[in-house]
């Protein structure tokens, strides 16, 4: 299977573009080469993203199989509940935020705002929850208020990176039975048993971990460990493009700041680190493979800047997000399901 993937590591055919009705529409790209995200800007205010969705699915849904993004700019929208609208409309099925690792604020039972890390820090590429047995297919942002500079959220397709990353480090994780993700509750750093689960009963924390396909380790009432086991590479659910779709480098040791790492090194054990990743089969990551696919990411990388109003679609089998450093207040919601 491997073999047959690296062999043919093409970036897939892009389908002539499903257009949408030109009179009430711009359709365009940032960026011809990019080809991500796809835009539709409406030519009136007045136009209504819901009522405009819904005219229009079949081709929307054909058009994010086909791209992965689409940025819906210069729509009617104003506040949250315009927001919600929206979601209800988009997504069968709203996902809750089990197993997040990063902190929101709940604005809503649909809403939330996006990760909450001090401004003046990135938050690297990654699809959401991507170490869960079952991950949310859809991802749902609307741009409340734009900070004043930076804080775009660029975004990466991972068939994409899939093709940059090196073929001996694709195969390395096929050898050695995919990656594997480490995280411990209670040490101190990072979140703590209720954070993590919300509940600190054990019984309720084994259930959900069963349910999850995650492995857990009770070493204490108030500190835990699990560890997921899952494969590098994931072919898309309808289009079976092979995406690079994990965790392994975000929360790969060598992604750490230096100081950061030098003070974990001398308190913890690896796998006592607050997150971990290696492979599947518990050998190390060799930090050369890991700076190979930071720059695979890189390289996919695009950036646009967000307008108040905007909304941001992405399949999030197939494109990876983050967030870049800012300035001012910045106000981005987010939703995701299915």
Same mark, same amino acid.
């Given at each position: ?179 594997? %993700?480490?995280? *411990? &509750?209670?040490?101190?750093? +990072?979140?703590?048993?209720?954070? @993590?689960?919300?509940?600190?009963? !054990? ?109 941001? %679609?992405?399949? *999030? &089998?197939?494109?990876?997000? +983050?967030?870049?450093?800012?300035? @001012?207040?910045?106000?981005?919601? !987010?939703?995701?399901?299915?």
């Amino acid at each position: 299977m491997i073999e047959d993937i690296v062999e043919n590591k093409q970036l897939h055919d892009h389908q002539n573009l499903k257009n949408l009705p030109n009179e009430v529409v711009n359709q365009y790209f940032f960026n011809e080469e990019d080809r991500l995200p796809l835009v539709y800007e409406a030519k009136q205010e007045a136009i209504n993203l819901q009522s405009f969705y819904q005219q229009n699915e079949e081709q929307i849904q054909a058009n994010l199989l086909e791209y992965g993004a689409i940025l819906f700019r210069g729509f009617e929208l104003e506040n949250v509940e315009d927001f919600e609208g929206v979601i209800q409309t988009v997504l069968e099925e709203v996902t809750p935020y089990l197993g997040g690792a990063t902190p929101r604020k709940v604005i809503s039972s649909k809403v939330s705002t996006s990760t909450e890390f001090p401004s003046d820090q990135e938050i690297s590429l990654h699809n959401e929850l991507s170490y869960e047995h079952s991950i949310p297919s859809k991802l749902l942002f609307f741009c409340l208020q734009q900070p004043v500079k930076g804080g775009q959220t660029q975004i990466a397709d991972v068939n994409r990176v899939f093709d940059y990353i090196d073929s001996e480090i694709i195969s390395a994780f096929y050898n050695n039975n995919g990656w594997k %993700l480490i995280r *411990n &509750y209670g040490m101190g750093f +990072g979140p703590n048993v209720e954070s @993590g689960f919300g509940t600190t009963d !054990v019984d309720e924390i084994k259930r959900e971990c069963e349910k999850r396909d995650v492995e857990l380790q009770v070493i204490k009432s108030d500190l835990l460990r699990t560890i997921h086991l899952r494969s590098a590479v994931t072919n898309h659910p309808n289009s079976d493009l092979p995406l690079w779709l994990n965790h392994i480098v975000f929360w790969h040791s060598s992604s750490l700041p230096k100081q950061y790492f030098e003070y974990m090194s001398n308190a913890f054990a690896p796998e006592e680190f607050p997150y971990f990743t290696c492979y599947g089969n518990g050998e190390s990551i060799p930090d050369e493979f890991a700076e190979n696919i930071r720059a695979a990411y890189r390289k996919a990388e695009v950036v646009f800047d967000w307008q108040k109003g905007d909304v941001l %679609l992405l399949d *999030n &089998y197939r494109v990876a997000h +983050g967030r870049k450093p800012f300035e @001012g207040e910045r106000k981005i919601l !987010v939703s995701m399901g299915n």
